[in-house]
């Protein structure tokens, strides 16, 4: 099972930087960019598409792309980026999915996207890390170190989801505001300390923390939305808390998914796994009771295999009548 992590961060922040590290440590990276650019080769449907749609004034001399010309056509044209994202996004979704499965089994495969959180993907990823800059110092490189116009600039970085939405969805925020020196550090903590034993977990279909989890573990709303969101993708039903004070061991949480025994379902366990959980038995559970369709005889945890998030979520099926 590999660990499939998304990578994402705002326009200056230093994410092909940190995505190259990865790279270079044995990460399996799959670039949107680079993917992007790959389904509108000369040559392709997409790019035929893309002429007929905004005409030959986007496609340079060579037969390629004219990017600037068709950003110009697009940019502040809700219509028109639509169009150009109904013509490309499909191609790039079905690209990188099978560059992703055609990971090896035990790798860890960095999805370096530049719109995961614009377009609404970290619930499908095991770990989302953004990397965080702030929007001044973003600004400030960009003019400075890429040349740009400030108002462009201010105008690409607006475009982009803000530091406050890029942060909810982060279950790592790795600051590169300070020297090259400190990313380095922080990316090889990243890689060894998380990346490493949650791609080892996985594939030993081994949780974070195999027995209780201390009463004192905290779990923050924030991280217990995105877990939800985890589930609800992995099992297709929507879930949701049963108490205002989740630290209870396992969490203990309501579902009003219509048939728990979805955990049983070998398709449903590799989406969950995909995301980071496990389905295990849990012995706390003997007696269903009047819900028949409750988890089981023994019952059914999800177990995170994240080192840094030893949690488990009992789920429970809604009553009948």
Known sequence: MTLLVGLSGGIGSGKST???????????????????????????????QIRERFGPGVIAEDGSLDRPA????????????????????????????????????DAVVVHDIPLLVELG??????????????????????????????????ARIRAQAGDAERA????VLLDNSTSPQDLHGRVGELWSHRLLPFRDNLQAGRPSHPGPVSPTTQVSDPVLARLLARVEAGVGEPVAPNST??????????GIMSDLHLLDDP?????????GLLV????????????????????RVIASADPALPVRLRLHGRENG
């Open 70 to 105: 068709l950003a110009q056509e697009v940019f502040g044209d809700e219509g028109a980026r639509r169009d150009l994202e109904g013509i490309t996004h499909p191609r790039i979704r079905r690209r990188s999915a099978e560059l992703i499965a055609a990971a090896p089994q």
């Open 280 to 299: 295990q038995a849990d012995e706390n559970v003997t007696d269903v009771g009047r819900d028949t369709h409750a988890a089981g005889p023994t019952g």
């Open 121 to 154: 993907l970290a619930a499908d990823y095991a770990l989302t890390v953004i990397v965080d800059v702030p929007e001044t110092e973003r600004l400030r490189r960009l003019v400075e170190l890429r040349g740009m116009d400030e108002a462009a600039a201010r």
């Open 168 to 171: 909810e969805a982060a279950d």
């Open 267 to 275: 398709r449903v366990r590799q989406r969950l796994a995909r995301r």
């Open 245 to 254: 004070a989740p630290t209870s061991d396992p969490l203990d949480l309501a």
């Open 18 to 48: 940190v995505s190259a590290q990865l790279a270079s440590l044995g990460a399996v990276v799959v670039d949107a960019d680079a993917v992007a650019r790959e389904v509108v080769a000369p040559g392709t449907p997409a790019l035929a």
